[in-house]
């Protein structure tokens, strides 16, 4: 969680607060909604896309992973000569692979993207490849001639782009590449450059650490081929016959090893992708949490709710103490892969340790891959997102969010959010979107809604190669995305009209001292319960939100006398009409919208749990109002209550109780008395009261120190003379949020009697109070959250 003193910094692409309130916003849309074409169901097609989606999920666990060919590692396996000690190559058909692939400027590379590391190095492996066995001149003379205009192009390329081991791998090729007589400008300027990078690296590889541990440069040993002492290097050979799941450093160990086990590593990876080969393989490990991750942040993930905890399961299975890499059984692991694999299943309830980013951390930084000497933009937003399910203790989780959250706004400031992992569509503002809304304060919608506009079908992964994940970006995933936040705008819209109705019938817009928030109030229920079988569940949070901030507003207008308050107080206690009936026009009506409401949404609840559970529903508006009518107490006598004096009451007074405890009998679960009774039940209430209250009243501090009230901030400083300014105390009792965020990250997380939709409703809440304080009180701006509520209720998506 955020800590006080971070600064909060302003983003070019937020989202900017419309000069138009939440209302009126409503009737703009309305007005042109009107005038618009309605279109078609598109429940079929849905349906259609979904089918094909979980066909691919099946897939899944038939294959190791889908990802395009590497016309690079497809030249070093044609290199391979005869095992049996024939003239020829092993794999003649890789060969012609290479002779048939070539692209129409002479070079070999990803095809839809110039990226002049790709084309260059590729386009050299391969005409070396053609070199070697005599053939393909043609093929070859184009090669060379696209090398000579090209190579100098290499300059032109961001270097957050070199694939991997690149400084490694290509002057390596060059040297072979000279060896073997090919006209190339082996003395421009790049060229020496890089050449110069490779024997700087290369003085600080101890070839010890190399021939006894795995790491990463296993996956690069055709640089390394004429180092290394291969009969050493055997016994790090993956399980499956690879050297770190990398086709050309397996097929170059092959060639001085004739291993039995990289033989037949290659040759099953041969038949499936039809006699070329990608630059890793496999990539299970990644490619299931990436498909997750995806879907969860496209908001369709419902929709696959078994496959997902198949995928899951997957990965837990393969999980160690120090993570995992990007393939089941990795002897190497990554922070990348680690981090989206650690999130996502604590999120789903699986026990995970912070131990396993241990051994990426060193001298206060944290890194991709242990012993690497820089960080990765992607490598940190992951790591950045793992830290905020931090539980309470979790010190190296502290770290790893206070350091990814620097070094990210640092990138994000000087317009370098580029990674050595992923050309993506908008990394910047991925980026953007984690530092103004960390989890703890992003609404579900709205980051699917945004993300919409930052998902690609079209981003390319870099590894010694550029390649594509076609399982994890693909049209599919966004097709039925945008088909869907369609589908649930819709009905969003025609729930907010019953809200507003209901509102008309309560006449609520008759008392001038109120603030007219039923919009806000549905857009909180819609920005994080948007599924359409939470419906119900929808209506009667914003019913609810609405009588909290009617009443809030007249029990804090001064205009009631105490003597009114207690009545009014009574007959809700009582439930009784009849007591309200001598009170003031304005507060009979007020005691008349709540008298009918709650009934009514008691009816309701009577037909969800299939038992009468009113009195629960009385019972939070009667100690919801109770603590109002203290605290005006307090006022009218001029009494400043002890700190936790103060927050006995203001925890109860914020209002949050019969919003959420009210909206929890329409989650989908039965309720008994045991879970209600539980402490379970309590404590996670207790927790986002006690987020709630401090929030609101930091943002709040000046409002109420003009009316005349205390707050938690001022009680604070007078009891701590110590501190000695408001944002002093103001910092400390932020802390305190972030303390009971982790908290409420553990009782959420972890398996307890309260079912995990009703813990979701919870923790959501306390979602919406960072994101109604974040700036200023949200409920009492006119247009503070108007750019949110626009963005997630009335604009429509993109086609």
């Known amino acids: 969680m955020q800590e006080a003193d971070e600064s909060q910094p302003k983003y070019h692409n937020e989202i900017q607060p419309s000069t138009l309130s939440a209302s009126d916003l409503w009737v703009e849309t309305l007005q042109r909604t009107e005038r618009l074409p309605q279109r078609p169901t598109e429940n079929e097609q849905m349906n259609q896309w979904i089918a094909e989606i979980k066909n691919c999920f099946r897939n899944l666990t038939l294959e190791l992973g889908e990802i395009s060919v590497s016309a690079y590692d497809t030249a070093w396996v044609a290199r391979v000569p005869a095992l049996d000690g024939s003239p020829g190559p092993q794999f003649p058909k890789s060969l012609q692979w290479i002779i048939d692939h070539q692209l129409q400027d002479g070079d070999w590379g990803e095809p839809a993207l110039f990226l002049g590391f790709d ?140 291993d039995a086990k990289c033989l037949q590593y290659l040759d099953e990876i041969l038949v499936k992708f039809n006699h070329a080969v990608p630059s890793v393989y496999p990539v299970d490990l990644f490619e299931h949490i990436w498909i997750v991750d995806r879907l969860e942040r496209l908001g369709i993930s419902r929709y696959f709710e078994r496959e997902i905890r198949d995928c899951l399961l997957h990965v837990y299975k393969y999980w160690k103490d120090g993570g995992i890499g990007w393939a089941s059984n ?194 909180s229920a819609a920005a994080t319960m948007f599924e359409p079988e939470m419906g119900p569940a929808r209506l009667v949070w914003a019913r609810c939100c609405v009588l909290t901030i009617i009443l809030d507003d007249y029990f804090d207008d001064g205009c009631a006398s105490l003597d009114e308050l207690r009545t009014f107080l009574q007959a809700v206690r009582m439930w009784n009409p009849r007591m309200a009936s001598e009170l003031p026009d304005r507060a009979k009506l007020i005691f008349s919208g709540l008298y009918t409401t709650v009934n009514t949404i008691a009816h309701e609840a009577h037909i969800s749990q299939n038992r009468d559970v009113s009195h629960h529903l009385r019972h939070h508006w009667d100690r919801w109002l109770t603590s109002c009518l203290t605290e005006a107490e307090w006022v009218q006598s001029g009494y400043i209550p002890t700190f936790d004096e103060y927050m006995d009451v203001a925890n109860v007074s914020i209002a949050l109780e019969p919003v959420v405890r009210t909206t929890l009998f329409f989650a989908g679960h039965t309720l008994d008395e045991a879970v209600l009774d539980s402490r379970d039940y309590h404590n996670v209430m207790h927790l986002v009261n006690y987020v709630g209250r401090i929030l609101n009243d930091i943002q709040g501090v000046k409002r109420e120190a003009r009316q005349g009230k205390t707050s938690s901030v001022h009680i604070y400083m007078r009891e701590h003379p110590e501190v000695v300014s408001e944002a002093e105390a103001i910092m400390h009792l932020q802390k305190s949020v972030n303390s009971t965020m982790q908290q409420l990250n553990y009782e959420v997380l972890r398996f307890t009697a309260l079912p995990s939709a009703c813990k979701k409703i919870h923790f959501n809440m306390a979602r919406l109070m960072h994101a109604f304080y974040r700036d200023c009180d949200g409920l009492s701006s006119a247009t503070a959250m108007s750019g949110f509520v626009k963005k997630v209720l009335f604009e429509p998506v993109p086609q």
């Open 119 to 258: 084309r260059v190095c590729c386009t050299l492996a391969c005409i070396i490849a053609l070199q070697s066995w005599g053939v393909g001149a043609k093929n070859i003379e184009l090669g060379e001639k696209f090398l000579q205009s090209n190579i100098q192009k290499m300059e032109d390329d961001d270097n957050e782009y070199m694939p991997i081991g690149f400084e490694i791998v290509f002057p390596a090729m060059l040297d072979e590449a000279k060896a073997l007589g090919l006209d190339l400008p082996y003395d421009a300027r790049i060229l020496q450059q890089i050449a110069a990078e490779r024997e700087k690296k290369m003085k600080k590889i101890p070839m010890e650490i190399v021939h006894k541990y795995p790491t990463t440069l296993l996956h690069s040993l055709e640089g390394l081929h004429k180092e290394v002492d291969w009969n050493k290097l055997l016994k790090l050979q993956a399980t499956n016959g690879s050297f770190l799941y990398s086709p050309a450093s397996t097929a170059c160990a092959l060639m001085y090893t004739k």
């Open 330 to 523: 990795s002897p190497v692991q990554d922070v990348d892969d680690t981090a989206m694999g650690f999130r996502l299943l604590r999120m789903h309830g699986f026990d995970v340790k912070e131990d396993c980013f241990r051994q990426f951390y060193k001298d206060g930084e944290f890194f991709c891959f242990a012993g690497q000497s820089g960080q990765a933009v992607t490598g940190m937003f992951n790591l950045g997102r793992a830290a905020q399910t931090m539980f309470p203790g979790e010190s190296l989780l502290n770290k790893a969010r206070t350091f990814t959250r620097q070094f990210l706004q640092s990138k994000y400031e000087k317009n370098e959010c580029h990674d050595k992992w992923i050309i993506t569509k908008d990394l910047a503002g991925e980026v953007e979107y984690a530092l103004t809304f960390p989890w703890y304060a992003s609404l579900p919608r709205l980051e699917h809604r945004t993300y919409l506009d930052q998902y690609s079908p079209d981003d390319i992964w870099i590894g010694k190669s550029l390649y594509r994940m076609p399982a994890v970006t693909n049209e599919l995933f966004l097709k039925l995305a945008k088909a869907d936040f369609d589908m649930c705008q819709a009905l969003h819209k025609k729930e907010l009209e019953q809200v507003i109705r209901w509102n008309a019938s309560c006449q609520f817009r008759d008392l001038e001292f109120a603030r007219q928030k039923s919009v806000e109030c549905f857009f």
